[in-house]
């Protein structure tokens, strides 16, 4: 019995403890929702979200959003200013509430409300921001359940206290101390800059590609210039951000040269390689090129340490930039589009040469893809020669100058040749095939014959 008094007592005691505190937080909030500073603080945060969001449209009707093109030329630029539209609205109501912050604990005012819909405000705009330019679900639950409480942990001044209990956690390994703090801090900016410089890149590219007063080759420099340079300064920043001393990387440079001369030589001639061909201007995209080892395709894209060249099978060749430079290349379409190219036939010896050449010239005149017209000149338009004298027959062959390469989409000599066919065979002119003579001789013939080679031999 005393027992169980003595646990009702307890239970009472802790329930009218609890009854009261929750009392006294209960006249807290009353006192500070019905005080003239939360009335001043409301009316402050009503004014700044109604400025902010009067001069957000103003500038929407002043900078009016960019329709975006399906084309893939469009401007990468227009997708940063529409969504710089979007959330002008946010960040000047985040900027005037810092600056209201500021003011009022330069004056002694009291601005716990104003703080409050300051880290709200922040929270819910970065949210948003993740959400619209993040891409990928890994990186997105990253952004959202690791950075946005490390951010309300550092608005609510909480942050700074867990820094210093992990920073007093840590391994001794020789004379390198790593603590938690560190391992954290390189994760969560390690990421972050990985992020960051594939955005950047990404954007730095396209706005580089898709700039309209450079030709193909200068953009494609910019682009390499672009993409090492973004790399260095990033790697930079994760060495600073590891605690490492920049001075030393004078060393690591020295150092590097040596490896560079030794055994990445040819990873640094391949890069140096690329950068030739894009100054030079030897080779550009859409190029139709042919290696001296047979290799052939087009040139679809200009890597640091490769080319990749697109075949008419569609396989990609990765061919390393120095070969470019050390071996015989045939450029097909670089300085001029149009190519000559030759289909030989042939027909009998009683055939009217003359007359059967310009009935196959003006056959091959009318293939959509082949050159041809009065307004041509005469070495261009399609040509039909005597090649060679045959055993059987006479040897012809037709020029033509075309658009392009003759393969793939541009298959124009297996056309003509099926023009030729038909033309001859509707204007009833022989093809001739070889053909032998065959002799049967009797037995007087064999001995005269064979008398007369004896005769010879004597």
């Given at each position: ?7 009702e007592?307890?239970?009472?005691i ?9 009392n ?13 500073g939360?009335?001043v ?9 109604l ?12 900078i ?28 000047l ?38 959400g ?10 990253f ?17 700074p206290?867990?820094i ?10 020789g ?5 938690f ?7 969560v ?12 890149r990404?954007v730095?590219?396209n ?11 200068t ?42 001369g030794?055994?990445l ?12 061909i894009?100054?030079?201007h ?23 340490r490769?080319t ?22 045939t ?38 893809q082949?050159?041809s017209?009065d ?6 338009r ?22 392009g ?21 509707k204007?009833?002119?022989e093809?001739?095939f070889?053909?032998?003579e065959?002799?049967?001789?009797n037995?007087?013939e ?13």
């Amino acid at each position: 019995m005393t027992l169980i008094s003595t646990n009702e007592t307890i239970n009472s005691i802790s329930q009218d403890s609890l009854t009261a505190m929750l009392n006294d937080y209960f006249v807290i909030a009353q006192d500070a929702l019905t005080s003239m500073g939360f009335v001043v603080q409301l009316s402050i945060v009503a004014s700044i979200y109604l400025f902010s969001y009067l001069i957000a449209s103003r500038l929407r009707k002043k900078i009016s959003p960019i329709k975006e093109s399906a084309d893939s030329s469009t401007h990468s630029l227009q997708s940063v200013v529409n969504r710089f539209l979007d959330v002008v609205f946010p960040m000047l109501a985040i900027s005037f509430l810092t600056l209201a912050t500021l003011l009022g604990e330069r004056y002694d005012i009291e601005t716990w409300l104003i703080n409050t819909v300051l880290i709200i405000a922040v929270l819910a705009f970065l949210n948003t921001v993740v959400g619209a330019v993040v891409e990928g679900e890994n990186l997105i639950a990253f952004m959202r359940w690791v950075m946005l409480p490390l951010v309300f942990l550092h608005l609510v001044g909480i942050l700074p206290h867990i820094i210093s209990v992990l920073e007093t956690v840590a391994i001794n390994i020789g004379n390198v101390e790593v603590s938690f703090y560190g391992i954290g801090r390189v994760l969560v900016f390690g990421i972050i800059l990985f992020w960051l410089g594939r955005a950047f890149r990404m954007v730095g590219r396209n706005l580089i590609r898709n700039h309209k007063n450079l030709d193909v080759t200068t953009k494609e420099v910019f682009t390499k210039v672009f993409e090492v340079a973004l790399f260095c300064v990033g790697f930079l920043v994760l060495l600073n951000i590891m605690g490492i001393n920049l001075t030393a990387l004078a060393v690591f440079g020295g150092a590097l040269g040596v490896g560079l001369g030794l055994g990445l030589q040819t990873i640094a001639s391949n890069f140096i390689s690329g950068i030739i061909i894009l100054l030079d201007h030897s080779l550009t995209i859409g190029d139709f090129v042919e290696l001296e080892d047979g290799s052939k395709g087009f040139v679809r894209e200009f890597r640091m340490r490769y080319t990749v060249l697109e075949t008419y099978d569609g396989k990609d060749i990765l061919v390393p930039n120095e070969k470019f430079i050390n071996s015989l290349l045939t450029n097909w379409t670089h300085k001029d589009p149009k190519q000559r190219y030759r289909i030989d036939f042939s027909v009998a010896y009683k055939t009217d040469i003359r007359a059967m050449c310009d009935i196959i010239r003006a056959a091959v005149a009318e293939h959509p893809q082949v050159i041809s017209g009065d307004d041509i000149p005469f070495e261009e338009r399609p040509d039909c020669e005597i090649d060679s004298f045959g055993d059987s027959g006479v040897n012809m062959f037709v020029e033509f100058w075309m658009y392009g390469v003759d393969d793939g989409k541009n298959r124009v000599g297996g056309d003509l040749l099926l023009i030729v066919f038909e033309t001859l065979r509707k204007h009833n002119i022989e093809i001739p095939f070889p053909q032998r003579e065959v002799r049967v001789l009797n037995d007087k013939e064999l001995s005269a014959l064979k008398a007369h080679e004896d005769r010879k031999d004597d």
